[in-house]
Nanobody, 126 residues
Framework: QVQLVESGGGLVQAGGSLRLSCTASGRTLGTFAMGWFRQAPGKEREFVASISRTVDSTYYQDSVKGRFTISRDNAKNTVSLQMNSLKPEDTGVYFC???????????????????WGQGTQVTVSS
């Protein structure tokens, strides 16, 4: 069984930065694509960023390009999301997810992911 635990969320002013981390227990993350999603109150969960198994490819939602950076450290079994120049519209619960074993590249659809963390709250004040 794989367990994903996110950390690093909090309250920050617009223009500030946060770094989210996702640590996995159980099977190593090194052979799976990983992603970050977020869900704002009253809205559906949406894709934010993903990183391929081999770390050579990343993919971002248009609204976060140039501001967010996804990275992974397979030796530490962690995936991170560095968020800079935060905006109030970035507010939401952020979820880390591990892709299904058959998925390659940089997946962006919810159905392409098999395991999810419990989420960490990010609140950006104006």
């Amino acid at each position: 069984q794989v367990q994903l635990v996110e950390s690093g969320g909090g309250l920050v002013q617009a223009g500030g930065s946060l770094r989210l981390s996702c640590t996995a227990s159980g099977r190593t993350l090194g052979t799976f694509a990983m992603g970050w999603f977020r869900q704002a109150p009253g809205k559906e969960r949406e894709f934010v960023a993903s990183i391929s198994r081999t770390v050579d490819s990343t993919y971002y939602q248009d609204s976060v390009k140039g501001r967010f950076t996804i990275s992974r450290d397979n030796a530490k079994n962690t995936v991170s999301l560095q968020m800079n120049s935060l905006k109030p519209e970035d507010t939401g619960v952020y979820f880390c997810a591990r892709a299904r074993t058959t998925i390659w590249g940089t997946p962006s659809a919810i159905y392409e992911y098999e395991y999810w963390g419990q989420g960490t709250q990010v609140t950006v004040s104006s």
